[in-house]
């Protein structure tokens, strides 16, 4: 198969010279050779970066009562829509279904990945698949950290807001090359200092309103680092909102090695459909019952601590586990985002 380099410089002489940047991104992450199609996933052990439900079973455990009392919401129906996208090597379906909710017999469980290796790795019990749903949903639609990963439009200041696309030099380097764009995002703001960049997220915009557009009743419920404002972004230094990822390390620039590390940016809130609630994923597990997970497990392992079993052990880590997923220096200070119908 084409390394992933081969395959964009041939995308790139295929355009007559130069990429967009998000054409860029989805060969580099998920082009025959792209960074999730062959090894890139979540993951402690083999994965290249931690996420909430690799931290442990007790994020899933807390998501099984939001979807149980969305299910209550709805009135217990006898089918429950529940499709998780961007769903990796299955971890959260695994803890949602180990935490056995009341609506477990009524769910139907879809995982959603892109990547066929990862697909390979999803749980018995879920239906897994390449791409959404097309019919409607009374359930729940969710995300960890999918927003984020989904191709953007790379826009810089230069004295005017201008696109940047990639080009490929005669010694094969991928370098930036500024276009003048057909139609400003109005999104855009004025008056920044030279050199700002800025993502633009159409790629977002558009699965959050296609998700919206699948839910006849129900929720969408997305978590992700995030930041409110497209100007804020634009006033970051852009190694902070750019990131590149790789075997629990920050990887080199977003140009280099593609298909070799995971490119990834903070989700601009004012570039998203509108109609949500946001709140810090720290408050939200504490709205959804992560405390009384955690004196459940102290209880249940002091019970125990004489002769624990691989249960009390489970039980006693969610302490732990909360630690991590509350931190509001790392996880805690993600955002839960949710939009109602
Ligand atoms: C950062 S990982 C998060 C994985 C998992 N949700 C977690 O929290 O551990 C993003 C995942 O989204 C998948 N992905 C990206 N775009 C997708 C799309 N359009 N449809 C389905 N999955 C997608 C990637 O392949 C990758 O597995």
């Not at 280099?256 to 601009?268: C, E, F, H, M």
């Not at 019970?303 to 732990?320: E, F, H, Q, Y």
Request: glycine fraction near 10%.
């Amino acid at each position: 198969m084409p390394s992933a380099v081969k395959q964009l410089g041939a995308a790139i002489a295929a355009a007559g010279g130069a990429i967009p940047f998000n054409q860029f991104m989805q060969l580099a992450l998920y082009g025959d050779a792209g960074f999730y199609t062959t090894t890139g996933q979540a993951g402690r052990r083999g994965g290249d970066f931690i996420t909430s439900p690799e931290v442990g079973p007790l994020f899933g455990t807390v998501i099984a009562g939001y979807l149980d009392e969305c299910w209550e919401k709805l009135g217990s129906p006898a089918k429950f829509d529940v499709v998780e996208c961007g769903a990796g090597p299955g971890t959260l379906a695994r803890s949602i279904l180990a935490a056995k909710p009341r609506c477990l017999q009524a769910m139907n469980y879809v995982a959603v990945e892109i990547s066929a290796a990862q697909r390979s790795l999803h749980p018995k019990g879920v239906e897994s698949r390449e791409t959404m749903p097309e019919h409607a949903i009374n359930g729940v639609i969710f995300a960890n950290e999918l927003l984020d990963n989904l191709p953007f439009r790379l826009f810089v200041f230069d004295g005017a807001w201008l696109e940047a696309f990639v080009a490929q030099t005669p010694d094969g380097a991928f370098v930036e090359v500024l276009h003048k764009p057909a139609a400003l995002p109005a999104v855009l703001p004025q008056n920044v200092a030279l050199g700002s960049r800025v993502p633009i997220q159409d790629a977002a915009f558009a699965w959050v309103n296609n998700a919206l557009s699948l839910i006849e009743r129900g929720s969408l419920l997305l978590f992700d680092y995030c930041t409110d404002t497209t100007a804020e972004v634009t006033a970051m230094p852009w190694r902070e909102w750019l990131r590149t990822y790789k075997d629990h390390e920050r990887g080199g620039h977003y140009l280099l090695a593609p298909g070799s590390q995971d490119i990834t940016a903070q989700v601009v809130l004012d570039q998203l459909p509108t109609g949500f609630v946001a709140m810090p994923q720290a408050k939200f597990l504490q709205q959804w019952g992560i405390d009384e997970l955690v004196l459940e497990g102290n209880a249940y392992w002091e019970n125990l601590s004489g002769a624990p079993d691989v249960a009390a052990i489970k039980m006693r880590s969610r302490a732990t586990e909360a630690q991590s997923l509350l931190a509001l220096d790392g996880l805690g200070r993600f955002t839960a985002l949710e939009w109602s119908k």
